[in-house]
């Protein structure tokens, strides 16, 4: 088998990992993560050490937390290790957002609050992050020679004008910072931060791409 279609199968192949304690929840949760096209079933574990087992070997691209499962067990300890592997969507009730506060600020977790009609959120989180992880795929295993030959006007016009738009506002947020809840005002730096990682990301690529030789853009 070639390098290109085996990696493209073990890319197929990966699965979103549900990390619950109730057994009807992570049934109702796989369902609806599941009804998205071309989605793969999640892998379920339902205790903590088959967490961690599943999770050095399906090789996921999200994986989903109930802090329930956590119990007994440091929950910073639990997540540092799990977003270590994976971007992590944190259950659990409203008291416990303070505490992963700074996890969320750095954009390594999502925290869904474990009350109400939360299924839906928390499945769209997941279904979110997998779509990322395969465009993220698609962007780094394509070669220059199948981008357009005006890739970095693109990329300046098409990515870096909206993204002004949301750093502008963002910072507009954070100059009235005194009228926002502290973890609120994580959030709105955590877009200021990502915000300028990315307008730097895309000013390297579009150099890179306009730098390249004539004849390896067309190939």
């Known amino acids: 088998m070639e390098a290109g279609t085996q990696k493209t199968l ?9 990390g619950v304690a109730d057994p009807l929840v992570a049934r109702q949760l ?12 999640p892998a379920i574990a339902t205790s903590l050490a088959e967490l961690r087992e599943l999770s050095s070997r399906v090789w996921p691209p999200a994986i989903l937390l109930d802090d329930e499962l956590v119990r007994g067990a440091p929950l ?4 540092r290790y799990f977003t270590a592997t ?4 944190l259950l659990a009730p409203l008291e416990r957002q303070s505490e992963v506060a700074q996890l969320v600020a750095e954009g390594e977790l999502e925290f869904v609050v474990r009350a109400g009609d939360f299924i839906p959120l928390a499945a769209s989180l997941v279904e979110r992050r ?21 890739v970095g006007a693109i990329f ?3 990515i870096n004008n909206p993204l002004t738009g949301i750093l502008g506002n963002a910072e507009l947020l954070l100059a009235h910072r005194e009228r926002l809840a502290s973890v609120d005002a994580l959030r709105v730096e955590t877009v200021v931060d990502l915000a300028v ?4 990301t895309v000013r390297r690529l579009s150099n890179e791409w306009e730098s390249q030789p004539h004849s390896l853009k067309s190939a």
Do not use: C, Y
Request: proline share 5%; aromatic share 6%; charged share 30%.
């Open 76 to 79: 910073g300890d639990s997540l």
């Open 86 to 89: 994976a971007p992590v969507i």
């Open 156 to 158: 300046r016009h098409e």
């Open 10 to 18: 073990i890319l197929a192949a990966r699965r979103s990992l549900l």
């Open 197 to 200: 990682r990315l307008r730097e």
């Open 130 to 150: 997998l779509r990322w992880a395969k465009m993220s795929e698609s962007l780094l295993g394509a070669p220059w020679g199948e981008f357009a030959d005006n």
């Open 30 to 41: 796989a369902e609806q993560i599941a009804r998205s096209e071309g989605t793969a079933p």
